[in-house]
């Protein structure tokens, strides 16, 4: 199966404070087909995850765009640039190219 | 608005089986993927399986002969059963959409299953 190490673990920030969480993966998430299935989720504390990023980089409907994915065969990014109070919760990275679909372990995004 | 939600017993006594049920508006479930994914005590993930718009099935092998997954599809309704239970199939179950290029990008509430005797 694919592992995929998302670090830090946690992550402090205060409000307004940029901050980046890295994803890793064990095999290159390019697709045979050319594209690259990994995604960025968020839980927030009481709710089901929902879909920030898809596809890399590409921005869900209704996120604001200070959200933001970059990343390219085992090394994405999923990057804040202004943290506000509605975005504390866990982030998840998952994949969609190999089967079995795999997730992140987590980052839980805390106020400093 | 694609709204799913889960339903189904908190309470499943080792050995036992686990039946889930996933209800989802305003999309048909003959189109996309239909998925349950299960949240463990802590922050670990786990992809479980899911049903085609076709009726096909994919399971994560980690569960092995355990999982099936169904549907109705006059009622726009899959399932989800998990035989044999231990404790460590405790976690929340979710049941969600996946969309190839999007992935999960409508999920149920979720449903907290304990299993104890």
């Known amino acids: 199966d694919v592992v995929l190490t998302q670090t830090p673990p946690t992550l402090s920030a205060t409000i307004g404070q940029s901050v980046s969480i890295s994803c890793r993966s064990s095999q290159s998430l390019l697709h045979s087909n050319g594209n690259t299935y990994l995604h960025w989720l968020l839980q927030r504390p009481g709710q089901s995850p929902q879909l920030l990023i898809y596809s890399v980089s590409r921005l869900e409907s209704g996120v604001p765009n200070r959200f933001s994915g970059s990343g390219s065969g085992t090394d994405f990014t999923l990057k804040i640039s202004g943290v506000e109070a509605e975005d504390l919760g866990v982030y998840y990275c998952v994949q969609g190219t190999h089967a079995p679909w795999t997730f992140g372990g987590g980052t839980k995004l805390e106020l400093k | 608005e694609v709204q799913l939600q889960e339903s189904g017993p908190g309470l499943v006594k080792p050995s036992q089986s686990l039946s889930l049920t996933c209800s989802v508006t305003g999309y048909s479930i003959t189109s996309n993927y239909w998925g349950w994914i299960r949240k463990f005590p802590g922050n670990k993930m786990e992809w479980m399986g899911y049903?085609?718009?076709?009726?096909?099935?994919s399971y994560n092998p980690s569960l092995k002969s355990r999982i099936s997954i169904t549907r109705d599809t006059s009622k726009n309704q899959f399932f989800l059963q998990l035989n044999s239970v231990t404790t460590e199939d405790t976690a929340t179950y979710y049941c969600?959409?996946?969309?190839?290029?999007?992935?999960?990008?409508?999920w149920g509430q979720g449903v907290m299953v304990t299993v104890s005797s």
């Open positions: 969600a959409r996946y969309e190839r290029h999007r992935g999960f990008d409508y």
């Open positions: 049903i085609s718009y076709s009726g096909s099935t």
